[in-house]
T-cell receptor, first 114, second 114 residues
Framework: GNSVTQMEGPVTLSEEAFLTINCTYTATGYPSLFWYVQYPGEGLQLLLKATKADDKGSNKGFEATYRKETTSFHLEKGSVQVSDSAVYFC?????????????FGKGTKLSVKP | DGGITQSPKYLFRKEGQNVTLSCEQN?????MYWYRQDPGQGLRLIYYSQIVNDFQKGDIAEGYSVSREKKESFPLTVTSAQKNPTAFYLCASSIDRGYTDTQYFGPGTRLTVL
């Protein structure tokens, strides 16, 4: 079945540091890929998505590229801020039936220190 | 403003009691979902509904029940048969179940069984 593996946290960075959170997936065909962010005590917000190979999703300075050859969708940001402290979830969605359900990684907690 | 509301934000119940969590959306979305989140875990799908009066079990449906009598509403009942109900519950919706569709999440309800 479909699955998502993302790097375990927590990740602690200083403000303005470069961020990478690794995400790899297993799926049949070409799923859509998503990054969600969860701030403490809140629901999930869509950060970015990509729906086909080589697509780059971007939002609020975050980027991720859909790499079919390495089955990866790593999240990057060039300069993190304290306000980026949150839990980040990688997710995929396949085609039809139960494959159409959103499958999440376990989340990576990011803490950014001033 | 369009969005998803969940109530209450915090809920306490005694063992052996059923409890119903509310989820309402005004996004005119056809599909709705319930997820459970435990500490350090990703989200796991409990139930989903593609249209009114129809719903399907997700990965962890045992001990839960749902109804979908109106497009806007998808309440979740946590029954006494659920062995470990203490968790954070998230409701989501999407336009439909197309594999590129984005799921939008509510703020969540934290259920604690005393």
């Amino acid at each position: 079945g479909n699955s998502v593996t993302q790097m375990e946290g927590p990740v602690t960075l200083s403000e303005e540091a470069f961020l990478t959170i690794n995400c790899t997936y297993t799926a049949t065909g070409y799923p859509s890929l998503f990054w969600y962010v969860q701030y403490p005590g809140e629901g999930l917000q869509l950060l970015l998505k990509a729906t086909k190979a080589d697509d780059k999703g971007s939002n609020k300075g975050f980027e991720a590229t859909y790499r079919k050859e390495t089955t990866s969708f790593h999240l990057e940001k060039g300069s993190v801020q304290v306000s980026d402290s949150a839990v980040y979830f990688c997710a995929l969605r396949g085609y039809g039936g139960s494959q159409g359900n959103l499958i999440f990684g376990k989340g990576t907690k990011l803490s950014v220190k001033p | 403003d369009g969005g998803i509301t969940q109530s209450p934000k915090y809920l306490f119940r005694k063992e052996g009691q059923n409890v119903t969590l509310s989820c309402e959306q005004n996004l005119n979305h056809d599909a709705m979902y319930w997820y459970r989140q435990d500490p350090g875990q990703g989200l796991r799908l409990i139930y989903y509904s593609q249209i009114v009066n129809d719903f399907q079990k997700g990965d962890i449906a045992e001990g839960y029940s749902v109804s979908r009598e109106k497009k806007e509403s998808f309440p979740l009942t946590v029954t006494s048969a659920q062995k470990n109900p203490t968790a954070f519950y998230l409701c989501a919706s999407s336009i439909d179940r197309g594999y590129t569709d984005t799921q939008y999440f509510g703020p969540g309800t934290r259920l604690t069984v005393l």
